[in-house]
Structure formats: structure tokens, C-alpha cells
């Protein structure tokens, strides 16, 4: 079975600074990536999703970015964090099948 | 769109009871999955729970089952003999089946429950 690794877990910016989050997958070839954002009291939200290398679909209009440059890598960018942009994200894999297992997530805190 | 609706935002049971976690969703989707997932303290997301919407059977995983009222589109999760570990953020969620390579889910804003010694 797949195991999903997130890093950093914790991280604290500044507003304007840039980020990177990461996510790798273990134990599977080819999965579907995502990525979502739980704010505060609040259920997910879908930001992004990959098929495969270099392949990324966004689902909502926001200050962030990601990239898929490894089959199992998947990054989640900012050139300038908003406040807004405060949350707990999570990374998530699925092999075209019905059922996505989650990362271990990063708690974003943007000061 | 389809809509995950989780009316009860916090729940309390007692060691060893039973509790029931509601879930409705909108949808004109006919070949679809649902999902609860759990999310304890340390905040990792852990399935629970998985349901085909072509299959008449509830689902069932040790002590968590569903009742799954396709007409009603409602799906609750029934947790027998509460343990103290159970204690969590539920969440219901929901996926269309189209066949497609991607699978989006789509959460309810979750339960949180507080099993009490």
C-alpha cells in the first residue's frame, strides 16, 4: 500500500514570502496527486489535482501554484503568501481508483 | 454541483454507546461513491468508510456501518461500542463515478465527536 509523506508539517511565514510544500508518494507508480486546504473549522477544499508528470489542473482562482515534477512528487507553491493563505494542507493519492489516502498534512500559518 | 451537508456539528456519546452521524448530499449523479473519513487530533485523514451507490447493501467496517437511503440521498454512520479513540472530526464525502482518470472529492464540514469515559 501507498504511504504519502508531507514536509515540513509546521511552517510559519511572513506575509509576502514565498512557499513550497512538499508531497511524496511511497508503494505505488502512476497515482492521481491532489492537494487540499482545510481552513479553520471547516471541511476540505479541493486546490489542485495531477494525472502525471507535468499535468496539473486547478480547481479554484487563488494566490497559489503546483508542479508534478516526479511521477510521485508533488509541490505546492507561492511566489507571495496572503493571510488568507493560512490553513492546514493536505496531499492525497488515489491510482484511478475510488478511494484517496491522505498525507500526514502541513500546518500553514501566515503572520 | 453537488452539496455535502453535515448538520450536526458536534456530538458527545458515552464509552461503550452507540451513535449515529448525519450526512445528506444533492446530487443528479446516479453512479456515485460515498465516504467517511476521520480526523483525529493529529489531523491525518483516515478512511473509515466507503460506499458504492449501485450496491443496496450498507456497508459495514468492524463497529462503523452506514445506512445508505439512496432515494433520500442520505448516508449516516453508525458507531457501536464507542471507544475513547473514536473521538474525532467526521467527515462525510462524496464522489462522482464518470469513469474519468481524476476523482474530485467533495466534503461535508464535518461532526466532531467527543466520546466521554
Known amino acids: 500500500s501507498q504511504t504519502i509523506h508531507q514536509w515540513p508539517a509546521t511552517l510559519v511565514q511572513p506575509v509576502g514570502s514565498p512557499l513550497s510544500l512538499e508531497c511524496t508518494v511511497e508503494?505505488?507508480?502512476?497515482?492521481?496527486l491532489y492537494w487540499y486546504r482545510q481552513a479553520a473549522g471547516r471541511g476540505l477544499q479541493l486546490l489542485f489535482y495531477?494525472?502525471?508528470?507535468?499535468?496539473i489542473s486547478s480547481e479554484v482562482p487563488q494566490n497559489l501554484s503546483a508542479s508534478r515534477p516526479q511521477d510521485r512528487q508533488f509541490i505546492l507553491s507561492s511566489k507571495k503568501l496572503l493571510l488568507s493563505d493560512s490553513g492546514f494542507y493536505l496531499c492525497?493519492?488515489?491510482?484511478?481508483?475510488?478511494?484517496?489516502?491522505f498525507g500526514p498534512g502541513t500546518r500553514l500559518t501566515v503572520l | 454541483a453537488q452539496t455535502v451537508t453535515q448538520s450536526q456539528p458536534e456530538m458527545s456519546v458515552q464509552e461503550a454507546e452507540t451513535v449515529t452521524l448525519s450526512c445528506t448530499y444533492d446530487?443528479?449523479?446516479?453512479?456515485?461513491?460515498l465516504f467517511w473519513y476521520k480526523q483525529p487530533p493529529s489531523r491525518q485523514m483516515i478512511l473509515v468508510i466507503r460506499?458504492?451507490?449501485?450496491?443496496?447493501q450498507n456497508a459495514t467496517e468492524n463497529r462503523f456501518s452506514v445506512n445508505f437511503q439512496k432515494a433520500a440521498k442520505s448516508f449516516s454512520l453508525k458507531i457501536s461500542d464507542s471507544q475513547l479513540g473514536d473521538t474525532a472530526m467526521y467527515f462525510c464525502?462524496?464522489?462522482?463515478?464518470?469513469?474519468?482518470?481524476?476523482?474530485?472529492?467533495?466534503f461535508g464540514t464535518g461532526t466532531l465527536l467527543a466520546v466521554q469515559p
Open positions: 508503494g505505488t507508480s502512476n497515482p492521481n
Open positions: 492525497a493519492c488515489d491510482r484511478g481508483t475510488d478511494t484517496q489516502y
Open positions: 464525502a462524496f464522489m462522482k463515478h464518470d469513469g474519468g482518470a481524476t476523482n474530485k472529492l467533495i
Open positions: 460506499q458504492e451507490a449501485y450496491k443496496q
Open positions: 446530487t443528479s449523479e446516479s453512479n456515485y461513491y
Open positions: 495531477s494525472v502525471g508528470i507535468g499535468q
